[in-house]
């Protein structure tokens, strides 16, 4: 990839939005030019680092002609051999296109698959390790809907985190998790494997999404806990059908059938702004098929292995031998790695 032309433009419309600010814009035209500026200004810094260092390194290369000054040049050209590549891959970096909804919040969907009581107990040890991956990070996190089975699994937990990056992050953690462990009602010592299915959505707002009341079936009934034992004397528990999508939502966690139809909509309109952004980008990623995996909620994604205490990433062939401090929140080791291998298949299309 051949950067100077791409950054030539770049500088030369930043300083043409500078020109158009200080001409006196007003209203919509200042706020959007201010914006865009605002945007290319981090990039407009790392451009004029690079072009500093590359002149650098052309004094330095003529300096090696002076015998008094060739030992400076060459610890100067020593410094930027390794500065120049280093600001370029910066560069090449904040130049692949973004994903609009990476600075979104996220809804978390934590649900047991293969494996009946066992993953609905692992499903609870996901749940807890995202909410305190959430306090690790400084986000917020509000549980949205937790259903426990009799055994104190659980059967469905939903989440809302808030914060910056939260779906740039966490959205490598969609997929299949697998746990192979003996369970405590294994009497002769055997391994069974389980496993969890995790989704992460970006939140959507009402702008994204438009929702036609008359697509919407929406049912009400009384709310139940594990078991099926009644825990409230009022229909407070809504179910929102959406007719087109059949995607169904059912929300019980709150004692009021408003709050309930409130958080209900909120994870209607994710799911519905997700499966819009999945069918955009089909095509994209059926064209390069990306070494980090599609996110996709069948595919196997991570095994916690308990006997051996380790967890591994199957994306990126990342193993880490530490299962307690990973199940604690500790979970930026194999996300970074995600990001990075994903950033590096995206620079090797741009190629």
Not at 218 to 235: E, L
Not at 305 to 331: C, M, W, Y
Request: hydrophobic fraction near 40%; proline fraction near 3%.
């Amino acid at each position: 990839m051949n950067l100077a032309p791409k950054l030539d433009r770049i500088a030369a419309r930043a300083e043409e939005l500078r020109a158009l600010l200080s001409e006196g814009l007003s209203g919509d035209a200042y706020a959007k030019a201010s914006k865009e500026l605002s945007e290319l200004a981090p990039l407009e810094t790392r451009i004029g680092d690079l072009r500093a260092a590359e002149q650098a390194q052309a004094e330095a290369e003529t300096m090696l002609a002076d015998p008094e000054m060739r030992e400076l040049a060459e610890a100067e050209l020593d410094g930027l051999k390794s500065r120049i590549p280093a600001l370029a891959q910066e560069i090449r970096l904040a130049l692949l296109p973004k994903d609009e909804a990476d600075e979104r919040a996220a809804i978390l969907e934590v649900r047991p698959a293969a494996g009946g009581d066992e993953a609905a107990l692992f499903a609870t040890e996901l749940f807890a390790m995202y909410q305190k991956y959430a306090a690790l990070r400084g986000w917020r996190c509000e549980i949205l809907e937790h259903n426990d089975t009799e055994l104190g699994g659980l059967k469905e937990g939903i989440a809302e985190i808030t914060g910056r990056s939260v779906f740039a992050r966490l959205k490598y953690e969609s997929g299949v998790h697998r746990v192979q462990r003996v369970p405590t009602t294994e009497s002769q010592g055997r391994i069974h494997t389980s496993t969890v299915t995790v989704a992460v959505l970006p939140e959507a707002e009402e702008v994204d999404v438009q929702v036609d009341e008359g697509d919407l079936r929406i049912d009400v009934y009384r709310a139940s806990g594990a078991g099926g034992q009644h825990v409230n004397k009022t229909d407070s528990a809504v179910r929102i059908t959406h007719l087109p999508s059949g995607i169904v939502v059912a929300m019980q966690e709150e004692r009021s059938q408003h709050k309930n139809r409130a958080k209900a909509m909120k994870i209607l309109l994710a799911r519905l702004y997700e499966q819009r952004r999945a069918s955009l980008h089909a095509t994209r990623a059926a064209d390069r098929k990306s070494q980090v995996g599609t996110g996709d909620r069948s595919e196997r994604i991570r095994t916690y292995n308990f006997p051996q205490g380790r967890v591994s990433d199957h994306r990126t062939n990342l193993t880490l031998h530490k299962i307690d401090r990973v199940l604690a929140g500790e979970l930026d080791e194999f996300i970074d790695a995600l990001i990075a291998e994903d950033e590096a298949a995206r620079l090797a299309a741009e190629e």
